[in-house]
């Protein structure tokens, strides 16, 4: 297995029977919790540059061209400062800013959509209680027609639904919980699932793997299908993996991984981890040979 980036939607119940997902207030623990697990600081914090934490400035090479990430601290002329509660989650559910234009899917609102009202804001609150910096966003630097911000009024109504998770009622409480943080918190299918032309996810192959991932590295299938995905790795298997990183050979994970573990998944309670891992091995399996994950024999 070559796992690169644990990184939206899946199989709701009958909207009658459906209930959304309960959440607590927000809080500065919880918020810290969810910060990482959403990996705010892995994206948006230039470590390579030498970059503030936050301050933006982290290249995204696609075909599209390069974007890179602005500054979310909470400076309020160059960062997000200035942003009330509703500012926040409009650009969580919507991927709108305070401006009214769009926002790419390079950042993944399309998963983020999922998030309750109080998660989005104790992130919020955990971000504006870091030290601001003023360092400016650096543009885009994106082709022709991609360039063009709005056209992404289109792109997302092709293939963008904003709105909470909702529970699935004949699912459990912890299948629920896993859903919500593989789906929308943690985003694993903008990574870890194949995309179309116009970089949607190709929900038909829900984290079946991509040999086009960050840094044009495979990122491996993660549904359990026995022979290319983890369909022979226990629970605690996948659960260990997020905690410490081990694959159930022995080896560890490496790349951009490593961070997504290690400044993330860690800081989930071992009941959250063990919830992703019954929501992963309950999914379809899909077969794709060219993103296989390693075995555990």
């Known amino acids: 297995m070559q796992p690169t980036a644990i990184r939206l939607l899946i199989a709701a119940a009958a909207v009658a029977a459906a209930t959304p997902l309960a959440a607590a207030e927000p809080d500065a623990g919880r918020g810290a919790v969810l910060f990482d697990a959403a990996g705010c600081a892995n994206c948006h914090t230039d470590t390579k540059g030498g970059g503030k934490p936050l301050a933006g400035g982290v290249a995204l090479e696609t075909p599209f061209g390069t974007f890179r990430t602005p500054n979310i601290t909470a400076d309020r002329t160059h960062g997000i400062g200035a942003w009330s509660d509703a500012d926040f989650i409009r650009a969580m559910r919507e991927g709108v800013a305070p401006d009214g234009s769009h926002y790419y899917p390079a950042f993944p609102y399309t998963s983020y959509t999922h998030m309750t009202d109080a998660d989005m804001l104790a992130i919020k609150r955990h971000i504006f209680a870091m030290a601001p910096d003023p360092t400016p966003s650096k543009p885009h630097d994106l082709a022709f027609p991609f360039s063009q911000r709005w056209l992404m009024w289109g792109w997302k109504l092709l293939n963008f639904e904003p709105g909470a998770y909702v529970a699935d009622a004949t699912r459990s409480e ?43 590295a495979v990122v491996p299938n993660i549904t359990p299908d026995r022979e290319t995905g983890i369909g022979t790795w226990s629970a605690s298997d996948v659960a260990f993996l997020l905690d410490a990183g081990m694959l159930p050979d022995g080896d560890v994970v490496g790349g951009s991984m490593y961070p997504v573990i290690e400044d993330g998944t860690d800081s989930l309670t071992a009941a959250d981890r063990d919830a992703i891992a019954e929501y992963l091995l309950s999914l379809p399996a899909v077969a794709n040979p060219d993103a296989k994950a390693g075995k555990a024999e």
């Open 174 to 216: 912890r299948w629920n919980r896993g859903a919500y943080l593989v789906t929308a918190v943690a985003h694993c299918g903008e990574c870890h699932t194949p995309r179309g032309m116009l970089g949607e996810l190709d929900m038909s192959r829900w984290l079946g793997g991509s040999v086009e991932g960050p840094e044009g």
